[in-house]
DNA sequence: CCCGAGAATTAGCCATGCCTAAACCTTAAC
DNA sequence: GTTAAGGTTTAGGCATGGCTAATTCTCGGG
């Protein structure tokens, strides 16, 4: 167990549920995120909801109570505020930062977590773009669009990337693609076909669903030429 | 279970054995060490063995292997830096990275470990005087020898503090009495008497125990004037 | 040499979390 | 409205690491 008196595993699932949405979180997603059996979720669900973490109806998911949504924030903040101090302090890669956080996130003390606040200069974003839970439970506005929804031609800067795969992370990384860098949509094709992006001089062909996960946000609000529209 | 493909427990249980000496580790010390009952010390020892990682009579204590050993040593190396990189990098006081770091040195990785290391210039002692277990499994001398073995008056540099108990150390720290602190051992009092010792201008009487623990490295060899011999 | 004290081990149990297999709901299609 | 499929829960186990109580060993004193 953890600091704050529940166990790391209880920790994990309040997360998962925490990021997988505000209300209805089924049990086989849980389980999907967390690779773990149906079965398992489901005996944890009724372990959480004795504690009092999530309300829980049998067959009809499952939310976070406001204990319940304490805990995960509180670790979602270590989780972010780690892989940020990694990144910035330690000279870690981008797409290493998350596994690192994943086991460290359970075991840091308040002190420890104040401390590298502080030498951060107490961040709102960790160096995915993902808005750092405050001490006060909010969470900054992340800004910005999916690449998906951005207007042909529209120049924005990347402010975001929600996939967690360390692979998708090391290839955009590999392909210059990051938060910072000024970005347009040059096309996207219908029926599910590629974006395509222009930025520092390249353009670069992505799956819908990945470019969906990259968000960015409208800067100057100038289009621009070549063969946009 | 950490990085290295045995539990944190294990790695306890091994740095426990490694620190209560080379040979013929007891049983009830290792009940001790580890706030844990002797039966459930008894439990282990079998596992550990059958992982020969220490070898083991039973009723004839028990002793580290190479492997068990390797570990204790790594392990011990996670622990030290952590507590020097807290102290250096994130100014903890001194007192208090023992407890973060008993629990960070069973989950930080590899990469982790080298990159604190290289931040810290691979140092040779933690903040306690204790030496870090290099990476080829060689411990640095760390030199010094116990006040209670210092000739009176001999002026010595205070090099290393061996009790681990935090109030302990609070109290040391509040006195002004920390490694590199210059010392001399004014008088030790016998049958038990308490050293009094000498620094910054003022003294200190502690108890023989405390004195013990507390190890400085003869400098210039001048013997001093006032009360002592 | 024997005996008792104290240390160490075994026996049997508990909590945490995980698993597979079996039983059970819910729902959508007919 | 019935039914089958699929998601969910229950039943029954396993591994880890802890505990207390009971047993067994070791060793020093007589």
Known sequence: MTVRGVSATIEDYLKAIYDLGESGVKTQSLADALSVSAASVSGMLKKLSDLNLISYEKYRGTSLTPAGRRIALETLRHHRLIETYLAE???????????????????????????????????????????????????????????????????????????????????????????????????????????????????????????????????????TTSESA
Not at 143 to 158: I, K, N
Request: proline share 9%.
């Open 89 to 223: 302090a330690l000279g870690y890669p981008w797409h290493d930062v998350h596994d690192e956080a994943e086991r460290l996130e359970h075991v840091i003390s308040e002190d420890f977590e104040r401390r590298i606040a502080d030498v951060l200069g107490h961040p709102d974003f960790d160096p995915h773009g993902d808005p750092i839970p405050q001490l006060d439970g909010s969470l900054p506005n992340p800004g910005g669009r999916p690449l998906t929804e951005l207007p042909l031609g529209q120049v924005a800067q990347l402010r975001r990337i929600t996939d967690q795969r360390r692979e998708v992370l090391l290839y955009l990384e590999e392909q210059g693609l990051r938060p910072g860098e000024t970005v347009r949509v040059v096309s996207h094709e219908p029926f599910g076909g590629p974006v395509t992006v222009a930025y520092g001089g390249k353009q670069l062909a992505l799956a819908e669903a990945l470019a969906g996960s990259l968000y960015a946000e409208v800067t100057g609000s100038l289009d």
